[in-house]
């Protein structure tokens, strides 16, 4: 196995940190600032030439000055002649913005792969992004890894009767079928209708949760809405307000977390595939580092 030279951005250094730690390296010296103007300046400071090279960065708090990050990362390190440059995001902006939903708009989850290939970027490692078809925005490797397995468990011991796994959105429906095999409990989903940004209706229940308690999974939760709107929805259908909600990348933005408060919901769990606390809400946090650094050993002894 060749030892990964790694690239940490600046978005969430704590975690660069933990799979560096996990791997045994250290992240390669580099220096990168903004210059007076705005502008991002990125320097490595030590060769990487020939080397086996992982840009790590959550695209997460401002998400187009990590993605520029990123990929002034991965320009110095293609420049200084890199053997292969990868780029493992552990939670990746812009895959919601995956089709035109209305008029005249962005397909932004396209419009950034590309940017990321642009970049000489040749593999990308992502963590349970908004769907999995976004693989195919992307032309090279893509290696979705899922904590998915990793909340199971932090949930399992709130499995304490009859439960059921329920998604917020039909979207979702996969990842919870998938968790709610592992808790060995059955699923279910909710229908939701995104209203605006911060607005969503919820109103009916496809699945069996009357009389369950239901264990709320999705893959972000970001100002609360969602959940909030599927707990109330669930309640309606004649389930118990739901012990848990669940989700790999908690960006709690917005009034998350008086959202989030308002529903009665005793326990959130997310990774810390961002930086940060939520403050005001009763969050445990699993972590990922030994996921993304598992990947990224399999990946250099390829
Ligand atoms: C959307 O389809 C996603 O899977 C999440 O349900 C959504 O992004 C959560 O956003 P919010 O917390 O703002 O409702």
Do not use: N, W
Not at 13 to 30: F, M, N, Y
Not at 56 to 74: K, N, Y
Not at 129 to 153: D, K, N, Q, R, Y
Not at 203 to 209: D, F, I, M, S
């Amino acid at each position: 196995m060749s030892r990964p030279a790694l690239l940490a951005g600046s978005a969430h250094p704590a975690l660069a940190r933990a799979i560096a730690g996990a791997l045994e390296v250290s992240p390669v010296d580099l220096k990168s600032e903004r210059f007076p103007d705005g502008e991002r300046h990125v320097e490595l400071l030590e060769t990487v030439r020939g080397r086996d090279v992982y840009v790590i960065q959550s695209t997460a708090g401002d998400p187009d000055g990590a993605l520029m990050e990123a990929l002034h990362l991965a320009d110095a390190a293609r420049r200084d002649d890199a053997g292969r440059v990868t780029a493992v995001f552990p939670y990746f902006a812009y895959a919601r913005q995956d089709r035109r939903a209305g008029g005249r708009e962005c397909v932004a989850a396209r419009l950034v792969a590309d940017l990321v290939k642009a970049a000489g970027i040749d593999r990308v490692v992502l963590l349970d992004p908004h769907s999995t078809a976004l693989e195919g925005f992307f032309g090279m490797p893509c290696e979705i890894v899922s904590a998915v397995p990793l909340l199971a468990e932090a949930l399992r011991p709130l499995v304490t009767g009859p439960a059921v796994v329920v998604s917020p959105d039909l979207g979702g429906a996969k990842l919870a079928s998938q968790l709610a095999a592992l808790l060995g409990v059955p699923a279910a989903h909710v229908h939701k209708e995104r209203t605006g940004p911060t607005r969503v209706s919820a109103r009916r229940v496809a699945g069996e949760v009357r009389d369950r308690t239901p264990l709320l999974v999705d893959d972000m939760i970001s100002t609360g809405s969602t959940i909030k709107a599927a707990a109330a929805a669930l309640v309606a259908a004649g389930s118990a307000t739901p012990a848990a909600a669940a989700a790999t990348h908690g960006l709690f933005v917005g009034g998350a977390a008086r959202t989030l408060g308002e529903t009665g919901i005793g326990r959130f769990i997310v990774t810390d595939s961002l930086p940060g606390p939520a403050p005001g809400i009763p969050l445990a946090t699993v972590g990922v580092a030994p996921l993304l650094s598992g990947a990224i050993a399999r990946l250099c002894g390829a």
